[in-house]
């Protein structure tokens, strides 16, 4: 073990000399080109026109940039990959690189990271587009109608694999495990790409999206990175519009933090939607008292706190809401029902119960016109 971290070490301090070096470089060519430069704004005579075959791993991709005289190192490529996140996100086909940019240094590697996990030349995608809030049941289907995907195989995957991020340490679920993570966005897929690579790509713009402040801030919070995502996916399903987000948010963390048992029962419709949809396959719009009833741990009306897990893939702002709730003393909330999608928020039970009122002469309202 002790000889390991001494070999470790050396490698990094080589990495960090030889690419350091290369930094200067980058700094001035950096200025007239980025990563999402077009083949059409590279000179013909100024491309590398690199092909990754199929299947490629990154030590193989590594020793083709190297043998193509793109790095020195393919060593130092093969740990930077590895902690950034890009190990299994690169797309095979031919990529064109600029032969002036001197990809030696940490942040050359960034750059050609991007560009060979890119599309490719000639390349022809599937275009999906995961809405916020779709849960992992509502993106399969999304997959499969795509037919990028076979539903059994797909899930095996996304349960039996193992994914190497930061965000996903402190996630101990042994089912459901990626729920939340998927991160929501138009994504446009190889129709050959593994079920590993599909997942792989939304959980690492996941990690982009995930910034380290973020981080830091959910220690502050005294939460976990599960349970702040938890939450955004509460938020995500309750609020429907953008301002009220932070606003929900407070509601729940004040109920969190009560003192009185009821009140730490975040009585979220949305949790029971979940329950529902995964026994029945459809989202119910409108729950009964009979569904509050429900014995399952993801009842927020029956158990206190959060429940097991997230109940969908939270957009960004969700996220940020979980993260930087609106202070306030509010501890409920119930939808206005006039068409506008918000919230009446109340401090005490008996202002809900004539906000409840008003949500009800409200629909009538709206029956009526």
Sequence with gaps: MRKSI????????????KLGCGYATYSYIVENYSASSTINEIPLEDQFLIEIPRGSGTAAIANILKEKGVIKYPLAFRIYSKINGYDGVYRSGIHAIDKNVNYNSLKGFDMLMEIISSNPLSYVGVRVTIPEGYNNDQIIEALEKANLI???????TLENSQFDFEFLKDNKRKQNKLEGYLFPDTY???PDDSDREIILRMLRNFNQKFKSEFYRRAEELNMSIDEIIILASIIEKEAKIPEERPIIAGVFYNRLRSKDPSLRKLQSCATVQYILYKKEGVMKEVITLEDEK??????????????????????????Q???????????????????TGGHYFSRTYSEHLGAQLKAQLNRQVKKSE
């Design 188 to 190: 446009e897929f190889d």
């Design 150 to 156: 076979e539903k059994e195989s797909f899930i095996s």
């Design 321 to 339: 809401a979980a993260l930087y709730p609106a202070e306030h003393d509010y501890l409920y909330f119930v939808s206005k029902e006039d068409g």
């Design 294 to 319: 429900i014995d399952d741990p993801y009842n927020t009306y029956l158990y206190e706190g959060l429940p097991p897990g997230p109940i969908c893939n939270p957009g960004l702002a969700s996220i």
């Design 6 to 17: 001494i070999v470790w070490s050396i490698i990094l301090m080589f990495i960090a000399i």
